[in-house]
């Protein structure tokens, strides 16, 4: 079974997912902040986190990357490289944000188009989807029909593409080709507000018509 809690994180409430399968192995999807409030969750539920997983390189989607790695030793895997620069410019980026200062980091590993990552009993493919940084990806399992893309594809709107490598027509194009190919019933698990359905977006999205 699929088990998934949210924890929307920092002021700007991104959706931080914990996802575990029926053994309580576990993934942290885009630990963004409030490091505290993850960790309490996780061990309240005893799960064994074994990885990190990262869809792009803003700092609301990695501020508590770094320390929930040392705390749980767990693998960072993603985004794609081309997200790179994000993340050797955190402090500066907090700096401009308001936030504390975070380190710089670098992921264990960068993820591609294609690569599957396994957490327990439950696998994800990796699809590059770029328009609002230039290496974000997406975490898919198809075996239950749910997507963790990030700030890609929100309930009726989508992703800003007016920062760093951001591009409008390729987010289009990325929504289009990389996600309205699902079926009508997946889930989509956004960065940021309530989650939605391809079939959904597709009948309402006004950015998509
Ligand atoms: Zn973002």
Redesign the pocket.
Known sequence: MFNLQIIPVTAFQQNCSIIWDDDKNAAVIDAGGDAERIIQFIESQNLHVQKLLI??G?L??IMAVEPLKKYFNAEVLGSQQEDKILFEQLPQICREYGFPEVPAFLPDRWLQEDDIVDVGKLSFKIRHLPG??PG?IGFFDFENKITFS??VLFKNSI??TD?YGGDFDQLIQTIRHKMFDLDDDFIVIS?HGSHTTIGCEKKTNPFLK
Request: hydrophobic share 5%; glycine share 22%.
């Open positions: 869809t792009h803003h609301d989607h609002h940084s974000h990030g700030d992703g800003r920062l960065g």
